[in-house]
């Protein structure tokens, strides 16, 4: 089994940014892609951004293209989210996932516990 702690969440401004980190626990960190989730009060819980396993391929929602980045470092086992040019419509709990499948992810089979952005206008 593999455990994720989100750290690096909070309140910031709009044109802001933020970087949120996961690791990891776990002896294989590169057999998974990883991915970063967002879920907002009356919105359904989207994928904001996803790596593969060594970071080769990775995936962008329209929405945060151009201001966000996923990175991983393998060694530490953690994966980042650097987010920049904030929005209010950025708010949302953020959840970091890890998946076992091919590519960027299908079915995520572990989540961490999710931190709180808020974004100021």
Known sequence: QVQLVES???LVQAGGS???CCAASGRTFSSYAMAWFRHAPGKERERVVA???Y???TY???SVKGRFTISR???KNTVF???NSLKPEDTAVYYCAASKGAGLGVIYDYWGQGT???ISS
């Open 73 to 75: 470092d393998n060694a």
């Open 55 to 57: 970071g080769v391929y």
């Open 81 to 83: 989210l650097h987010m």
């Open 51 to 53: 790596i593969s396993g």
């Open 116 to 118: 709180q952005v808020t």
């Open 18 to 20: 933020l970087r949120l």
């Open 60 to 62: 962008y929602a329209s």
């Open 8 to 10: 690096g969440g909070g």
